[in-house]
């Protein structure tokens, strides 16, 4: 009974084991010394080190889990989709995948790692949500708002995650402290979804959170945060299964025009990116202070040894071998894999003239290294993810990985307006991201379907912050390469019904019709959980087995 607790909500005494430096240095998760938990939520710092544990569990760990020969748990969906792949073979998954071999046997501890870490965030969230209003003695009043929308902020995070994931989930807002009442039935999605709304919607439209960028407000959620969210609830809720159609698209609109009018984010280098190590792409990619980052999963090895490990999945094996002008060995970084490389339809289909497909945007091909030698990949590797001095020491990564940007507000705004006829806002919307990218501006009256012109530009834009899943789960659409017949671009992305859309595989002859079935857009309940919880046994998911 005691190992259900764990595995259901991971984390009832977390709170006990979280500590935090100063907020202006860095959320760093460390141990402290000798707490039970019914000595915990006394202090003003027990309140503090049980917000910042928000920042670690559920969805935000997604970004730590797995690694080593093992794709991240972010990269799950795309690897599933078949545009990008994990070339190691190690995990059951991405082979799976490889071969559209959608079983329970190959799924299941890859969605009971995600099962676990959203409900552990869950549990964090409801402990803060549970205590913290109690400690009128030790906080201000403002103090506790501001907590208890971050707790807010994250429990409706992960259950937005876990509806998308797995559909209807069991929806629990207090903290376990026992067995009792632990067992909880499934949720029908379409009310996890009202919830969520109805917890976002007060944070994106009220004051308690400031009206600051992420970084400017010590890396903790903002008004700005809220508003993104919700207007990305709003997008996936529109489209299957809930099909909240244009009421919904209309509403993803109004909260990304909210972060739009804020005034505390913006793109970098709006009037057009430069191409070089200079351009916008390597400022978000390098930054800690850029205002076009939304929210970062933040990360600093150098000083607190809180790394990413995402620097040695930039490369694959064939980077190993290189050695300097002296003959020395280039990386100590023993484990370099590309677990989550983009297909050729995805990197053929930028246009000539788009910066976000140039040489050390992205992605890359050469690096030259201290000695004026100049290395070539097998395959393009990924410069986003790519830290020299990382990669030569061997360490872990001081970059942070952007999980919400401007540039998606943007093009969540525009695709409310396209699909709801006001395409004249939308294309203005559109066109920003694409001037910056060193794109003409899109006309649908001249080019063609905007909505999918919009889709296009999401996977261009964000081809390694992992969107791509929810977007072909929202609109049963999968892109596959036309010739342009244009000497400005390679490839045109054409957007396919998913039923009968070519799969795309890796080795790269290996194409399927067809081969993603629909029962697959949702996980399976991990069969440890429906074996722990009666209240599951009976309801999985339909298609898997």
Known sequence: MKKSINILMAGVFVAATMGLTSCDDFLKEKPLNAKASTEFWKTADDAESGVAALYYGGVPYLNNAGGGWQPMATMYGGIISGLYYDDHGDSQLAEASKNCMFNMEKFTSSAMTLWHEFYKGISRANFVLENVPKMTSVLDKATIDNYVAQGKFFRAYAYFYLVKEFGDVPYVTKPYTSTEGMFVERTPAAEVYKNIIDELTPLAEGTVLPQKSFYDNGCRVTRAMAQTLLAEVYLQRAGFPCNGGDADYKQAAKYAEMVISGGTAELEQKNGSSSDLNSAYNVIKNSKTSKEIIYA????????????????????????????????????????????????????????????????????????????????????????????????????????IPTM?????????????????????????????????????????????????????????????????DDIRRTRLYPEAIMAGSAQKKDILEWTPLASAKIQNKPVDNVKVGALPEYVLLWPIPQDEMQRNPALKGHQNPGWN
């Open 297 to 400: 999963k933040e990360y600093d090895y150098s000083k607190q040894k809180v790394g990413n490990g995402y620097v040695n999945l930039c490369m694959g094996t064939d980077a190993t071998t290189w050695k300097d002008a002296d003959g020395k060995s280039l990386f100590k970084m023993n484990v370099m894999h590309k677990a989550y490389q983009p297909s050729d339809i995805i990197l053929n289909s930028y246009a000539d003239n788009d910066v976000r497909g140039m040489e050390k945007q992205f992605f890359f091909k050469k690096w030259t290294d201290a000695t004026g030698v100049t290395h070539t990949l097998d395959y393009p590797g990924i410069w986003a993810w790519f830290e020299e001095t990382a990669i030569t020491d061997g360490t872990s990564g001081d970059n942070n």
């Open 405 to 469: 940007r401007y540039a998606e507000v943007l093009l969540i705004a525009a695709e409310g307006y396209a699909r709801t006829g006001e395409t004249a806002k939308a294309e203005g919307l559109l066109n920003q991201v694409r001037k910056r990218a060193g794109l003409p501006n899109y006309s649908a009256s001249v080019n063609g379907d905007l909505v999918k012109a919009i889709l296009t530009e999401r996977l261009h834009e964000f081809p390694v912050e992992f969107k791509i899943w």
